[in-house]
């Protein structure tokens, strides 16, 4: 079975503090994902990643980094966390095989910046 | 721009039959993925369809025709744990997923 395991389950923070959100997968996939999902809307990604040190930006980076230095482990940081952070972070990973990629999620953070 | 529709919630009987829709307008089409998520809880993997037709399996079906940019999720034989909300996701010549708001769906004894 594919594990992905995410730091917090629910994480309450300050305006301004810098936020560390860490997702790992044991499954040796390539590919990470960051999404938020807010009530009412599709699930959007943040930022991704198909290798060990590279990163591409998603549809909403703006406000976001990410780091992956190893294969296993994707991590996401609010540089300055603002209210509008507020949200329901999900991690995934997957690998392509032919033409299906088929994403594995972690539990998902809850993050509450007051 | 590309956009993923499905109704927002729906209501059904325990024991009865629902059909939750998705049509899509996307850049290329690389499959079709359903999700379900239960509340508080991360997506799970429930179907993928590539090809025209449709895929059983178990209470689940999931239907596509690609010339018409729909599908469907079928869910037969009711269970209270089946509400949840149902996520339509297709991948884009890109391999991005695009990601449909998803359908709540409720039901009732």
Same mark, same amino acid.
């Given at each position: 079975?594919? /594990? ?5 389950? &629910?994480? !309450?923070? =300050?305006?301004?503090?810098?936020? @560390? ?35 591409? /930006? ?5 406000? &976001?980094? !990410?780091? =992956?230095?190893?294969?296993?482990? @994707? ?40 | ?109």
């Amino acid at each position: 079975d594919v /594990k992905v395991t995410q730091s917090s389950r &629910y994480l !309450v923070k =300050r305006t301004g503090e810098k936020v @560390f959100l860490e997702c790992v997968q044991d499954m040796d996939h390539e590919n990470m994902f960051w999404y938020r999902q807010d009530p009412g809307l599709g699930l959007r990604l943040i930022y991704f990643s198909y290798d060990v040190k590279m990163k591409e /930006k998603g549809d909403i980076p703006e406000g &976001y980094s !990410v780091s =992956r230095e190893k294969k296993e482990r @994707f991590s996401l940081i609010l540089e300055s966390a603002s209210t509008n952070q507020t949200s329901m972070y999900l991690c995934a990973s997957s690998f392509r095989q032919g033409h299906t990629d088929t994403q594995y999620f972690g539990p998902g953070t809850r993050l509450t910046v007051l | 721009g590309q956009n993923i529709d499905q109704p927002t919630e729906m209501t059904a009987t325990e024991g009865a039959i629902v059909q939750i829709n998705c049509t899509y307008q996307t850049s290329g089409f690389n499959g079709l993925f359903w999700y379900q998520q239960h509340a508080g809880e991360a997506p799970t993997f429930l179907s993928y369809n590539v090809l025209d037709g449709l895929e059983e399996k178990g209470r689940f079906s999931s239907f596509l025709s690609r010339s018409k940019g729909y599908s469907y999720l079928l869910l037969k034989e009711l269970q209270m744990k089946d509400s949840a909300s149902y996520l339509c996701a297709v991948m884009d010549s890109n391999y991005q997923l695009i990601w449909g708001a998803g359908t709540k769906l409720i039901i009732k004894p």
